[in-house]
């Protein structure tokens, strides 16, 4: 699931950003991390609690 979630978020990013180029889009990518960098944060972590075996040594 964590390299599924990269890749996503990966593809995501880029099509903001190929929206944004082409005026599809009037959104500041640089205004909406200054917001919700918290969240970002939260959700990182909860997604390391929740990936079956991480942080567990054999």
């Known amino acids: 699931m964590k390299g599924n979630f990269a890749a996503i978020l ?8 190929l929206l944004s180029n082409l ?8 205004g909406l991390l200054k917001v919700w960098w918290p ?11 929740f990936t079956p075996g991480a942080g567990r040594s054999k």
């Open 23 to 30: 005026g599809l889009i009037n959104v500041s990518l640089l």
């Open 10 to 17: 990966l593809v995501l990013v880029g099509a903001f950003m």
């Open 39 to 49: 969240l970002i944060l939260i959700v990182v972590g909860v997604m390391l609690f």
